[in-house]
């Protein structure tokens, strides 16, 4: 086999176990002032290009309004993009109209961060599992229970949860609830916003080892939303860091956290809290509040709160760098 023969087969495998892939997606949200008349835009998102490969756990991270989830939301379509291209399962899903995509968008589902907004507080349990069946299924009211009651079995919870109202089962049980809805369709791809936010430790754990159980069992591929690096560390197999609406570092997770390359990564990590004491926070040095998005510095992004910033870092927006095996970095001064 000659050598362009290879790189054609390795191309041609790599397109098979990409599920999801984004070119230039942005999501741009209007600035008015009190007439209500335009005056900029906030880039939540803004020119992302990614790949997420079959099977694995790809965790988006960064501080709190850096536009993890406005980015979850625009792949799911509760946001419209405002350009860029989306394709799912070899579908370009970007621009399709509700009814077209519904069959799709089946199999790309969203796990919300409050696992009580996906369930209607006046419905009980059993008649929340049963709607996404209803909706985008034929199945009869017999195959939907039976389903129902399969799915409930597989994230751990008793069939007699199907007559309780959500309020009253806790908020692990709240978060497995939405997952049993979610899976009721057999979905391929689950994006997940802070999926352990306001859980005790132990519960934790125990949703933890039920998204890995889950991902064996359904062959599910995540795009895992979080600010918890440690949780993150442990469960993702790649990950994305980013910073006010752009991805700054990417790549397998292993390497991002032991050798971070970008100025901003570098900063997050210093942060992370160690087991058996308190982290020295003398690398510690990113300070201040984040630029605001409706009012970008120009250049790169960063260049207000980096140390090592360079006058010419005003100039041009870097771009995701690949000079090294299994990492992507947006700073032409990383070494």
């Known amino acids: 086999m000659t050598t362009e023969t290879q790189d054609t087969a390795t191309e041609n495998t790599a397109k098979e176990d990409t599920v999801l892939s984004i070119a230039g997606l942005r999501k741009y949200f209007p600035v008015r002032n009190a007439w209500k008349r335009r005056i900029g835009w906030l880039k939540a998102v803004d020119d992302i290009s990614l790949e997420v490969r079959r099977g694995e756990v790809l965790g988006i991270v960064g501080e709190s309004g850096c536009g993890k989830s406005t980015l979850g939301k625009t792949l799911m ?14 579908n370009d899903i970007t621009n399709m109209k509700p009814g ?9 589902q969203y ?11 006046r419905w009980k349990i059993g008649r929340s599992l049963h709607e996404p069946l209803e909706i985008h299924t034929q199945l009869s009211r017999e195959e939907r229970d039976k ?28 978060r497995r609830v939405g997952l049993a809805r979610i899976l009721t369709l057999h979905p391929s791809v689950i994006i997940l916003d802070e ?14 080892n039920l998204f890995s159980d889950l991902r064996q069992e359904f062959n599910l591929t995540y795009l895992f939303i979080s600010h918890d690096l440690s949780v993150v560390r ?7 860091v980013m910073y006010l609406g752009k991805i700054v570092e990417i790549g397998d997770t292993e390497t991002v956290f032991s050798n971070p390359r ?10 992370v809290p160690i087991i058996g004491g308190r982290r020295v926070t003398d690398n510690f040095w990113l300070q201040g509040e984040p630029p605001n998005p409706g009012d970008l510095p120009s250049g790169c992004r960063f260049r207000t709160r980096c140390p090592n910033v360079r006058p010419e870092c005003a ?7 690949s000079d090294w095996e299994g990492q992507e970095v947006a700073c032409p001064y990383a070494e």
């Open 77 to 90: 379509g509760i946001h419209p993009p405002s350009g860029g291209q989306i394709v799912f399962e070899g």
């Open 195 to 208: 999926p352990t936010s306001g859980l005790d430790v132990s519960v934790q754990a125990t949703i933890l």
């Open 315 to 321: 100039d041009k927006e870097p771009e995701l760098r």
């Open 100 to 108: 077209a995509s519904r069959g799709l968008r089946s199999s790309l």
């Open 234 to 240: 442990m469960i993702c197999d790649r990950i994305a």
């Open 147 to 174: 389903r129902v009651r399969s799915i409930l079995k597989s994230v751990g919870l008793p069939e007699g949860h199907l007559d309780h109202y959500p309020h009253e089962i806790s908020g692990g049980q709240q």
């Open 262 to 271: 970008h100025p901003y990564t570098q900063s997050l990590l210093a942060a």
């Open 111 to 121: 796990s919300y961060q409050d696992p009580g907004a996906s369930l209607d507080p």
